[in-house]
């Protein structure tokens, strides 16, 4: 319903930019005041790191629009783009975006002004997504890196151990069931970045591709045994009623997590954050745990979401809006401090993340739990993995596959087949020469 | 005080066909006479019409003859994207879905619509006038708030409806299964929709001249015959312009979908064609796609609604 509210706002918002006064929405400056840059972001208390940024930079003003979050954010900014005007000269786009907005031709090169000077600055693995070679598409802000939150309290309870492979996890979820018939180890969540989250830790790595050296060629591998086995594990543990159907971020799903129903939760960086506010009877009986193992022993891991930076290419001063898309937060600690403090941000700046006011940092959510101990290393651990040019579509087969094995009309074993086989028609018919 | 030969109704609104050929002849003859002033009424409408229906119907038309896909760009294709459209099996399926939706759901509302008008009409009190407002008042809502309301009202945590059987000890129900769905949307549509079409119904009687009743009455019809043999017909009219409304907008079903996805994973990107033809455009950037599926559909209501229309003359044709 909030999400209501602010589209009503926006529409009445961007309704009077387009009647009243071009210039005051977005203009370049012409005389001796600062430059305009204006940027669309969803970050929580981003209102303060705006005025933080604008407060140090005295020849760059940032006006910042809150342009909805996730699918509402990338329908207007794709619109814009599609019509050649419109959008903002700097607008955050999650990872798994990037190469579709490269493809849009929507992203600036921030290698141009200066941007591969912060090579060094971030997480490899991000700035890997980030980039293409010399090409420096957007500037990384925060990650996903996952890990397995629990209700210590009832695992202690019960004396269930916390399960460190895949296998124990679903002899948990036995347990879990026998003890409260209600109760389910987590739920399914109907979110194609969760799963595909979960593929990564897995080690599957089910798309390649590179703008650079073959834009029409994509690499779509979605059958691979590293792929299906989670399929495979998540798919039994809902046909036996272990694993509840919710989709994440509803108000079902958050009851579901405060009153005892899901004893897990396979989460990100970015986690904590959004249930402290939101989980207010089971705070503080929540601890993190490191993510179960396919082969015990070992150290996979895998991320689930983050965003960036980017500068689009109707920016009228690409040089002034790449200093805004590095430098609002970037190295900038009064920024961090709102990001880490109060957005609960999972910092990608290496700096940042080695801190000990970060890694040492206990949260009253997990019971004192210094959960940035088990986030650092599992983003430090993050290799390479790429996106399609076309996640979206992506996403929707996977939602759309997994919905059906859920109601019964498709056995969970063919959810990875049918997506691979729809997504390779998709990528054919939009002109790509499809590899495995 | 007129006496009808039959309990039937005269159809009151049928013009007599005769006048209006000549009038119009009249007319024509001093079509070159007419003042400036006419044109400059018609003007302001004019120009909406043509800014906002005429040019982006055409521009859609337009993108709709090239195809853009992601690696090549854009080239022109021309009926690529129709053959496309009806060939795809995801807009065929969410095609047929909304047609069964429509089957099932426009027959219960309007008949729901239909008793209510009639009742109405038969009581004269102050409820009667408390209850054509309560009526009403869904269409009021938003359609988007509409939705997310009987999102919450169907949940499971937040939602009165859903444990109802475990009261007798029964299962609680699922109202976003692959079952339940299109019943759950089934319902909010006619929630918010059958309070308008009542009280457009209930105009309709407005207009019926009450002498009809009371000859009716004096033939010794019943209540419940005068509302079933005089009332119906008599705005027969009526009832298909709400029939027609309703398919026409069973065919663009967009809103309620839309928003109950996010509680329903079951509502896939093709869920009904206009879904679809939205995704197609907002989250995979083919607007030329988009736009030839939106000619499709738009056609197909067309055809459907022209259908419609046809047979109801037909029908009311031969009778006469």
């Keep these: 319903m909030l999400g209501t509210t602010w589209l009503a706002k926006l529409r009445g918002g961007l309704a009077a930019c387009g009647l009243l006064a071009v210039a005051a929405c977005g203009g370049a400056s012409s005389d001796d005041g600062p430059v305009t840059v204006s940027v669309w972001a969803w970050y929580p208390e981003f209102k303060g790191v705006v005025e933080a940024f604008n407060a140090s930079h005295p020849d760059i003003k940032v006006e910042w629009t809150n342009a909805g979050t996730g699918a509402d954010h990338y329908a207007k900014l794709k619109t814009a783009i599609t019509a050649g005007k419109g959008a903002p000269d700097v607008a955050m786009v999650e990872f798994q975006q990037i190469p579709t907005f490269i493809i849009l031709d929507a992203l600036a090169d921030m290698g141009e002004h200066g941007a591969n000077e912060d090579k060094g600055l971030y997480a490899d693995w991000a700035w890997e997504q980030a980039t293409d070679g010399e090409k420096v598409y957007a500037i990384p802000v925060d990650g996903g890196p996952m890990a397995l939150m629990y209700r210590k309290d009832l695992f202690d309870q019960h004396g269930i151990p916390v399960p460190t492979t895949w296998a124990e996890y679903a002899e948990a979820a036995v347990k879990i069931k026998a003890i409260d018939p209600n109760a389910h180890i987590a739920s399914f969540g109907s979110d194609g970045g969760w799963l595909n989250g979960l593929m990564w830790q897995s080690g599957c790595r089910p798309y390649g591709y590179s703008h650079t050296t073959a834009k029409d060629q994509v690499k779509i591998n979605l059958t691979a045994p590293e792929c299906e086995r989670v399929v495979d594990l998540v798919g039994d543990l809902v046909d036996k009623g272990l694993m509840a159907k919710d989709p994440f971020f509803t108000a079902d799903a958050t009851a579901a997590l405060d009153s005892g129903k899901y004893w897990t939760w396979a989460a990100a960086g970015w986690t904590p954050g959004y249930l402290a506010g939101s989980l207010k009877n089971t705070a503080g009986k929540w601890a993190v745990a490191p993510m179960p193992q396919w082969t015990a022993g070992a150290d996979e891991q895998g991320d689930w979401g983050g965003s960036t930076f980017t500068v689009t290419k109707q920016a009228k001063n690409p040089k002034a809006a790449t200093t805004v898309a590095r430098e609002l937060f970037g190295k900038s600690d009064a920024a961090w401090q709102i990001g880490l403090d109060k957005a609960f941000l999972y910092p990608l700046v290496k700096d940042v993340a080695a801190d000990p006011a970060f890694t040492g940092k206990a949260y009253d959510f997990f019971n004192g739990q210094k959960v940035n101990e088990i986030f650092v290393p599992v983003s430090e651990k993050l290799g390479d993995f790429q996106f399609t040019p076309f996640q979206d579509f992506v996403y929707s087969e996977l939602n759309d596959r997994s919905a059906e094995a859920m109601s019964g009309s498709r056995p969970w074993s063919t959810v990875l087949e049918q997506t691979q086989e729809n997504v390779v028609a998709y990528a054919e018919q939009q002109g790509f020469k499809v590899g495995k | ?320």
């Design chain 2, 1 to 320: 005080m007129t006496r009808s030969p039959s309990i039937t109704a005269p159809e009151a609104d049928d013009p007599p066909a005769a006048p209006v050929e000549s009038s119009a002849r009249r007319r024509s003859r001093r079509v070159t006479a007419r003042p400036v002033a006419g044109m400059l009424f018609v003007l302001p409408f004019f120009l909406v019409v043509v800014a906002f229906l005429i040019v982006p119907l055409g521009y859609a038309f337009w993108l709709s003859l090239s195809s853009k896909s992601l690696a090549v760009g854009t080239r022109f294709s021309g009926i690529d994207n129709y053959v496309r459209a009806f060939t795809d099996p995801l807009l065929l399926d969410g095609l047929l879905r909304v047609v069964l939706f429509g089957l099932v759901q426009i027959p219960v509302m309007l008949g729901i619509a239909l008793a209510g008008a009639l009742t109405l009409d038969a009581v004269t009190t102050k409820f009667a006038l408390a209850f054509r407002l309560v009526a009403f008042m869904p269409y009021a809502v938003p359609a988007v708030v509409g939705a997310l309301m009987w999102g919450f009202l169907y949940s499971r945590t937040f939602g009165p409806f859903a444990d109802l059987p475990t009261l007798v000890g029964g299962e609680p129900i699922d109202f976003f299964s692959v079952s339940l769905l299109l019943v759950s949307l089934g319902n909010i549509v006619t929630w918010a929709w059958t309070g308008y079409n009542m009280i457009i119904l209930y105009s309709a009687l407005q207009g019926v001249p009450r002498e009809m009743y009371e000859a009716a009455m004096i033939d010794g019809a019943s209540p419940v015959q005068i509302a079933l043999r005089v009332k119906v017909p008599a705005i027969k009219q009526a009832i298909s312009l709400a029939a027609i409304f309703t398919v026409i907008g069973t065919m663009q079903f967009f809103t309620e979908p839309q928003i109950m996805a996010r509680f329903a994973p079951q509502i896939s990107a093709g869920y009904t064609p206009n879904l679809y033809a939205y995704n197609q455009a907002f989250a995979y950037s083919d607007f030329h796609y988009s736009a030839a599926i939106s000619f499709a559909l738009g056609f197909l209501v067309f055809v459907v609604a022209y259908v419609f229309v046809f047979v109801n003359n037909r029908r009311r044709g031969k009778r006469a």
